[in-house]
């Protein structure tokens, strides 16, 4: 599903690469959770991935296809199959919740009665069906998160990444956010989540890949990346 | 699925229109100054066009013939009148030319000198007027002519004729400079109103590239923008024409009317007024298209 290899990034003026010769693979349906310090690459990586930033050297390959090898065209068509989810949650706030969500269809082309019916239907999901027609700017925060999961739902996306999903919520709504996740992941979407949130290490059977300094420290199940942070904290 | 981009397209170029605010406004203005500009000089052109048919096609050549006799005379005329070019050919007796002439001269001190004068047959050619030849045109059927058995000379008088084409000359050329002026500030102003829609719109359009717009989802909005504030100005521009036209033409006719007839202040014919505001929109489309290209080009 998503392949990289030997992948470095490297920002003008910047006094080291924010990706250092990073090598992995995501495989369909795997729920990945890219963890790390502020400032290891996690936000850089997924930034290669939904193509806003290409690799300063490696390849990455996202279903097949060659990133760096799309055409303007092809890189929107490549977004479209890709759900996004931000910390700041990138939304309109002077749009409604469905017209919010109604963006990431209409880009595709689809009639404004299957617009409406698959917001809908994602917004129950979401349980902010009673939320349909306000306006973004009277939402909670915990809302708001929703709102944008719903818009990275919506397109029914073979791969969702995931920047600090929980990072402005408390705890009982970053629950409900990761709940919403696993939900998707269940359906069979590629999920990959970059935190630096322990709380969401606590899952120990998903895959935790440790980005320190731009490069891979660890790449394995939670439970073994947590006692290997253990390790690292205890030196 | 290209009946639903449509509609989203209306949707999102609605909303660039609404986030357009001053700039919008001041684009619409300065394309409706522009285009009244234009359709004012636009009207004064087709009106002096008008006025120098009228005065051409009352401008007569004479041809003064070298036959003894009136079949003669009457062939000449036949074959001055099968002449191309020539709209009527009228053949005058020797007396009839020298009342004339002698009605011509009335008051003046030739009028005295002109006793026992005699005069030759003459036939009064009209040419067919057209404001699109010249005066080499004219010239040349007043020597086809002349070079015509039978015919002694010819004369045109050619002045009138000669500075009407120099007016209109230098009304066509001052006209296009108008034009391209006009367009060029139009084009420039309904730029920097959609550069500013984009960049009042900025992170609507990022988030629009996030979720997968393509280039041409982006563009048609603005693009569409650029057209709304082109037809716009053109429309305000007819209008205030149209009334400007209601308040002077009666003026206007009251003021040039004399000797050639009456003179109307005539409105330019729909063609030319569908033309403005067709170009209107095209100024507006190519204006936001300059800033829409522009932004895509820079952004991811």
Known sequence: MIELYHVGKVYPGADRPALDDVNLSIGKSEFIILAGASGAGKSTLLRLLFCAEQASSGQVILQGKNLARLSRHEMAKARRSIGVVFQDFKLLPALSVLDNIALALEVQGLSRDDVVRRCLKVLNEVGLSHKTHQPIAALSGGEQQRVAIARALVVEPAVLLCDEPTGNLDAERAREVMELLITAHVRGTTVVVATHDPALLSGGRRRVVALDQGRIAHDAPAAAARRSDQRFDAA | ?300
């Open chain 2, 1 to 300: 699925m290209i009946g639903a981009l449509s509609a989203s397209v209306v949707k999102h170029g609605w909303r660039s229109v609404r986030s357009g605010g001053l700039p919008f406004f001041f684009a619409v203005l300065m394309t409706a100054l522009g285009m009244f500009s234009l359709t004012a000089f636009g009207t004064v052109l087709w009106n002096f066009r008008a006025l120098a048919r009228a005065v051409g096609e009352s401008v007569a050549a004479v041809a003064f013939l070298k036959v003894d006799d009136a079949a003669a005379a009457e062939e000449t005329r036949a074959r001055i009148q099968l002449t191309p070019g020539v709209e009527s050919a009228t053949l005058m007796t020797p007396e009839e030319a020298l009342q004339r002439a002698r009605r011509g001269l009335s008051g003046s001190a030739a009028l005295q000198a002109s006793a026992g004068l005699t005069m030759p047959w003459v036939v009064e050619v009209v040419p067919r007027f057209s404001l699109e030849d010249g005066e080499s045109a004219r010239l040349e059927l007043v020597q086809r002519i002349g070079a015509l058995d039978g015919v002694d000379e010819v004369l045109h008088p050619g002045g009138e004729l000669k500075r009407i084409d120099a007016l209109l000359r230098l009304l066509h050329g001052a006209g296009l400079f108008l034009a391209v002026l006009i367009v060029l500030v139009v084009v420039v102003v309904v730029s920097n109103a959609v550069r500013l829609t984009v960049l009042v719109r900025k992170d609507e359009i990022a988030i629009q590239k996030l979720v997968g717009a393509s280039d041409a989802f982006v563009a048609l909005p603005l693009l569409l923008s650029g057209v709304v504030q082109g037809t716009l100005g053109a429309v305000i521009a007819l209008v205030t024409s149209g009334i400007a036209h209601a308040s002077l033409a009666r003026v206007v006719r009251v003021a040039l009317s004399g000797a050639l007839g009456t003179f109307t202040l005539d409105p330019l014919p729909w063609w030319i007024l569908a033309c403005v505001i067709v170009g209107g929109a095209l100024l507006g489309a190519v204006g936001a298209l300059l800033s829409v290209a522009r932004f895509l080009r820079t952004s991811s």
